[in-house]
């Protein structure tokens, strides 16, 4: 697929994400995906294998969310088989804290679907508005 095709299909899973429909953005994901958090927080670290990425990353977050996540793209950015996504998720926590957070999503295609995902954002925010996750 040319880069022009996998920003589309991003921009598709966006439109469905600002309203806080996840299911496009997770059927992106090839099985063999990794999910790449960055920073020293107790969430950062690679998480290899869509099973992986939904059971231990997205359940024990989602878990934190007292209402509906959106997230809302601002830029894309695609070349050969990079595309960049600048966006901002907003949700409350089940403590009561907002957690608005920016991002930068660096996401690589192959055969159609993201096999790699590199997650660029306010760390600081991570550690004031999210509990560790259980494994960590």
Request: charged content about 25%.
């Amino acid at each position: 697929m040319s880069a022009s095709d996998n920003k589309h299909l991003l921009q598709d899973a966006f439109a469905a994400l600002e309203k806080g429909d996840g299911k496009p953005f997770m059927d992106c994901m090839s099985d063999d995906f990794a999910w790449t958090v960055v920073g020293t927080t107790p969430w950062s670290r690679t998480y290899s294998g869509k099973a992986v990425v939904l059971g231990e990353l997205f359940t024990p977050l989602f878990a934190q969310f007292k209402d509906r996540y959106t997230n809302t793209a601002l830029r894309f950015i695609a070349e050969e088989d990079y595309v960049v996504v600048e966006c901002r998720g907003r949700v409350t926590t089940r403590s009561g804290q907002a957690y608005n957070n920016s991002y930068c999503y660096v996401c690589r295609f192959a055969n159609g679907r993201m096999s790699e995902l590199t997650e660029y954002l306010d760390t600081a925010l991570v550690e004031k508005a999210l509990a560790p996750p259980k494994s960590a």
